[in-house]
């Protein structure tokens, strides 16, 4: 496998042109607190003049022979700063870009401000769109609420079938929490069927060490809940994000091959086939995926947005000098070189590079410091693909379409038997799904038809 040099490697930084302000009061967001980062903010929303500049840094920054490159917008809500903000960005880029060079823009949003000028915009300028769904209404509005803690998911549901209607390219983003993690199979058949063709699953593990005097470790034969304490109550528990991948992957790898992307399931593919993921997660190094504050204040991921991991501001400092700085080089090594043995050793490494650094919390069985909390749902997925996957390649190596597999494997399986019920007050495993007069698996002590599953 050829190694491009650091700076030799496409540069992508996600914008927040307007901070982490939002329109929404989702329980797990994690950039809604970054406010506390600007205490004394009253502009929260870039200037034009630092707009262009950043564009025409961006510009220059990237490698020569970089094939496309992307200007990615975030939030907080960025459809909050109105269509005129971005119609600037399409001028800028227009006037900026070297020639030759391609460019796209995505925007991830919430949805809810879509309206028909949005999306006649987005079709125009072909922005790719990333909507947040965490499933159907029952499982959305159990964390997803707007700042009064109304419920949000007919509106985004609206937001959604309009980007259909123009014909607006878009990726559906779920959040996979403790409530909609027992529910894979449910959550993406629902999406599919509303017509969402391309997913991303993205785990929520919103770590609470500040609550304890050290990394806690518990014993090395200990249940996958026992990490449950290191997280939020709202984070989703390792094997049940195994399990929802899983749940997901049966199902549309029966059904869907070729006609639905799950970009984990893509990243796997690549994997599988010999190639290093493209995704910084599951990537050896990372590093070249910045983040970029309303004012210009340049991090070093957007999971890093902290005083520690800031890398100047591109208004005193080019873009290219802090991208390619000693310290973001180290920040992007440091995730090889701080990886346990336990996962050099592991044998889904291949495709899982030890997760993102931002979740290397708990110990090995060895008692070695840095494993990912989420390694026992990644062991299980992985584990569990592997058939499926090498029979994948085997199509596509010989120039048959890998959904070839989905007829194998219907063919392969005998009709399901019903799932056992569980027995009165017994908890569901994970990935079990509840019947409607189980304890909902949210844990509020109600029947599940008279709360989540109503
Ligand atoms: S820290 Fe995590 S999210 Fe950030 S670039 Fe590295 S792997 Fe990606
Ligand atoms: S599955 Fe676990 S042990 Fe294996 S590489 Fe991933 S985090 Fe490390």
Not at 83 to 96: D, G, I, T, Y
Not at 143 to 153: I, L, M, Q
Not at 286 to 306: K, P, W, Y
Not at 356 to 365: A, G, H, L, Q, V
Request: with cysteine; net charge neutral.
């Amino acid at each position: 496998m050829t190694v491009i040099p650091f700076e030799k490697q496409g540069l992508h930084v996600m914008v927040k042109p307007i901070g982490p302000i939002c329109n929404l009061d989702c329980e797990y967001c994690y950039y809604l607190r970054k406010e506390d980062l600007y205490p004394s903010s009253e502009r929260w929303r870039m200037s034009l003049e630092l707009l262009e500049s950043f564009i025409q840094q961006y510009f220059a920054a990237q490698p020569e022979d970089v094939p496309e490159i992307t200007f990615a917008w975030q939030g907080g809500e960025p459809t909050l700063l109105g269509v005129e903000f971005f119609r600037e960005v399409v001028r800028l880029q227009q006037k900026h870009a070297p020639p030759g060079m391609k460019y796209a823009n995505t925007l991830q949003t919430n949805g809810v401000l879509l309206n028909a000028e949005w999306c006649q915009f987005f079709k125009e300028h072909q922005f790719l769109i990333g909507i947040s769904i965490d499933g159907p209404a029952e499982v959305h509005d159990h964390y997803r609420y707007d700042k009064k803690g109304n419920p949000t998911f007919e509106k985004v549901l609206a937001g959604l079938r309009l980007l259909k209607a123009h014909q607006v390219d878009f990726n559906v983003l779920v959040v996979v929490n403790r409530v909609n993690a027992q529910l894979g199979r449910k959550v993406y058949t629902y999406l599919r069927d509303n017509g969402a063709e391309h997913l991303q699953f993205i785990p929520i593990v919103e770590h609470e060490l500040e609550k304890h005097d050290q990394p806690a470790v518990p014993p090395t034969d200990a249940p996958t809940e026992a990490w449950g304490h290191l997280v939020s109550e709202r984070s989703v528990l390792p094997e049940q994000y195994g399990q929802f991948l899983v749940d997901v992957f049966d199902e549309w790898s029966r059904r869907d091959i070729g006609k639905v992307f799950v970009q984990i399931f893509d990243q796997a593919l690549s994997a599988w086939l010999g190639y290093e993921p493209g995704l910084c997660i599951f990537r050896k190094q990372c590093g070249r995926a910045l983040a970029m504050e309303h004012n210009g204040d340049l991090f070093s991921c957007d999971h890093f947005v902290e005083p520690d991991w800031q890398l100047g501001n591109i208004q005193q400092t080019a873009l290219p000098i802090l991208a390619n700085s000693e310290r973001q080089i180290q920040f992007g090594i440091d995730k090889e070189a701080t990886l346990p043995n336990y996962c050099r050793e592991c044998e889904v490494r291949f495709v899982c590079n030890g997760g993102c650094p931002k979740n290397r919390f708990i110990t090995t069985p060895g008692g070695d410091e840095g494993l990912n909390y989420l390694c026992a749902g990644y062991k299980l997925f992985f584990n569990h693909i592997d058939p499926v996957m090498k029979a994948m390649v085997q199509e596509i190596k010989e120039n048959r379409s890998p959904a070839n597999v989905m007829q194998q494997l219907r063919k392969k399986e005998k009709p399901v038997a019903a799932r056992p019920k569980p027995a009165a007050n017994q908890p569901l495993r994970p990935g079990q799904f509840p019947g409607r007069n189980d304890p909902c698996v949210c844990g509020s002590g109600r029947k599940y038809k008279k709360c989540c599953g109503t």
